[in-house]
């Protein structure tokens, strides 16, 4: 189903709540795949018996490329690091690991310079979701949506990123161009 500018502006309002405050935390999974940034003061997160600390906002993607950038530069994206380890046979001096581990200290290095920055503004595109979420500093994330053909209730069919609130809302973007707001857990007193 085409993405509708109704269906833009309803996502970008759900977002305004969140602008304005101060992203920390921001990383990487090992792979590059999944990123997480907190926005917001650290919270407790309700109805967790860890007693896991999050931003009042957390934004995650799955299947969805991303990229850093700042000032019209690009610092990093989701696939810097080779996504495979390589074996003993093909990497008989350890050369391929040690370029991988540098690659992945210069991802989390640049997604600690994110710490402190103020979200200003997100943008959602058409035709497939794509956002850009524009931070001060010039810097911005670029979201690109991957998946998109199968069964949109399949387990392999992952949603391309998603956006949890204080209220124990999270609006999940894709599979495909699905979207919707969804009750995650308790509400934050």
């Not at 299947?63 to 990093?76: G, I, N, P």
Request: proline share 6%; aromatic share 10%; net charge negative.
């Amino acid at each position: 189903m085409p993405i509708t500018q109704q269906d833009i502006r309803e996502i970008e309002e759900f977002f305004a709540p969140a602008l304005g405050g101060k992203v920390w935390g921001a990383m990487a999974d090992d792979t590059n795949w999944h990123l997480s940034i907190e926005i917001g003061e650290p919270t407790p997160t309700p109805g967790d018996p860890t007693n896991t600390i999050a931003g009042k906002w957390r934004l995650l993607t799955n299947s969805c490329a991303w990229r850093l950038e700042k000032d019209d530069q690009v610092l990093v994206g989701f696939q810097d690091v080779i996504m495979f380890i390589p074996t003993p046979e093909d990497d008989k001096d350890g050369s391929m690991m040690a370029e991988i581990q540098e690659l992945r200290l210069k991802i989390k290095q640049a997604l600690q310079n994110l710490d402190g920055l103020t979200l200003q503004s997100i943008k959602v595109q058409k035709p497939a979701f794509d956002a850009v979420l524009t931070f001060n500093g010039g810097v911005k994330i670029h979201f690109f949506s991957t998946v998109f053909s199968g069964n949109k209730d399949s387990s392999v069919n992952w949603r391309h990123w998603g956006f949890y609130t204080p209220d124990g809302l999270v609006l999940i973007i894709g599979p495909g161009t699905d979207w919707s707001v969804k009750k995650y857990r308790k509400k934050a007193k």
